[in-house]
């Protein structure tokens, strides 16, 4: 009995987000949007989790709650001890800062500060970080660090917000369809790059996309389908990116 327990206990341990029925409704003029219909979800710690789903399936938004950058209707999204959902605004901005990395599908940079520089505007206001150079030569751009935004390729800039993502050492990487405005070449190339920070910083990273090709190298995937999770399956032989074909 007492070695059921223990094990239970190291299961929780590992546990970053427990999201419990998690529902989210929009009203847009008249109509009420049900962007998310009861949601339950475990998230793991050091996991590459793939949230896979076509567009309108709740998936940017149960990210987004994940994120701190939005707040459910009703149900709880525990990460470790914090309820989520329970937060003041101070408090999620400070969530946000300190405890998750977030890469959008277009990169954000700004134009008039290099691939350092921009990496430093997170640096600069971060507890522990890691230094700009650091970040970039983990993602493949220790040559590049000096050139600004439009001097870059897209799969580069989308590698610049990547190392600026977890410059900050973040427990979690939050990632929005981050090879949706790529070709499946760069794509592969900026998949490389997360993955690389998943295994090397053991940062719990969730990808949403689409794109079916790109949940073959996740540990898990969870199927969204009309606001609803409607399979999760575990990949026992996980592809590397460069195996990938879109």
Same mark, same amino acid.
């Given at each position: 009995?007492?070695? @059921?327990?223990? *094990?239970?206990?190291?299961? %929780?341990? &590992?546990?970053?987000?427990?999201?419990?029925?998690?529902?989210?409704?929009? &009203?847009?003029?008249?109509?009420?949007?049900?962007?998310?219909?009861? +949601?339950?979800?475990?998230?793991?710690?050091?996991?590459?989790? !793939?949230?896979?789903?076509? #567009?309108?399936?709740?998936?940017? *938004?149960?990210?987004?709650?994940?994120?701190?950058? =939005?707040?459910?209707?009703?149900?709880?999204?525990?990460?470790?001890?914090? =309820? $989520?959902?329970?937060?003041?605004?101070?408090?999620?901005? @400070?969530?946000?800062?300190?405890?998750?990395?977030?890469?959008?599908?277009?990169?954000?940079?700004?134009?008039?500060?290099?691939?350092?520089?921009?990496?430093? +505007?997170?640096?600069?206001?971060?507890?522990?970080?890691?230094? /700009?150079? @650091?970040?970039?030569?983990?993602?493949?751009?220790?040559?590049?660090? %000096?050139?600004?935004?439009?001097?870059? #390729?897209?799969? @580069?800039? &989308?590698?610049?917000?990547?190392?600026?993502?977890?410059?900050?050492?973040?427990?979690?990487?939050?990632? %929005?369809?981050? *090879?949706?405005? $790529?070709?499946?070449?760069?794509?592969? !190339?900026?998949?490389?790059?997360?993955?690389?920070?998943?295994?090397?910083?053991?940062?719990?990273? !969730? +990808?949403?996309?689409?794109?079916?090709?790109?949940?073959?190298?996740?540990?898990?995937?969870?199927?969204?389908? =009309?606001?609803?999770?409607?399979?999760?399956?575990?990949?026992?032989?996980?592809?590397? /990116?460069?195996?990938?074909?879109?």
């Amino acid at each position: 009995m007492a070695k @059921e327990h223990y *094990t239970h206990e190291r299961l %929780d341990e &590992q546990v970053v987000f427990h999201v419990h029925g998690v529902t989210k409704t929009y &009203q847009m003029g008249e109509v009420q949007v049900h962007a998310l219909r009861g +949601v339950d979800l475990d998230l793991y710690r050091g996991e590459f989790t !793939v949230l896979l789903g076509a #567009s309108g399936s709740g998936k940017s *938004t149960l990210l987004n709650i994940l994120g701190g950058l =939005d707040t459910p209707s009703e149900g709880h999204v525990l990460y470790g001890e914090r =309820d $989520l959902t329970r937060a003041s605004e101070a408090e999620l901005t @400070e969530y946000r800062r300190y405890h998750v990395g977030f890469v959008f599908q277009f990169y954000n940079l700004i134009p008039s500060l290099t691939a350092r520089e921009n990496v430093a +505007v997170v640096t600069e206001i971060s507890r522990a970080p890691m230094q /700009p150079e @650091e970040a970039l030569q983990l993602v493949g751009l220790a040559e590049r660090m %000096d050139h600004f935004p439009a001097q870059l #390729s897209g799969g @580069e800039q &989308q590698r610049v917000a990547i190392a600026r993502a977890i410059a900050k050492k973040p427990d979690v990487l939050l990632c %929005d369809e981050p *090879t949706g405005a $790529l070709d499946s070449a760069t794509g592969i !190339v900026v998949l490389e790059a997360l993955q690389r920070v998943n295994e090397e910083l053991g940062t719990s990273t !969730v +990808v949403i996309t689409h794109n079916a090709a790109i949940a073959q190298m996740a540990n898990r995937v969870i199927h969204l389908a =009309d606001g609803k999770i409607s399979e999760v399956h575990t990949n026992k032989t996980r592809l590397q /990116p460069a195996q990938l074909s879109w």
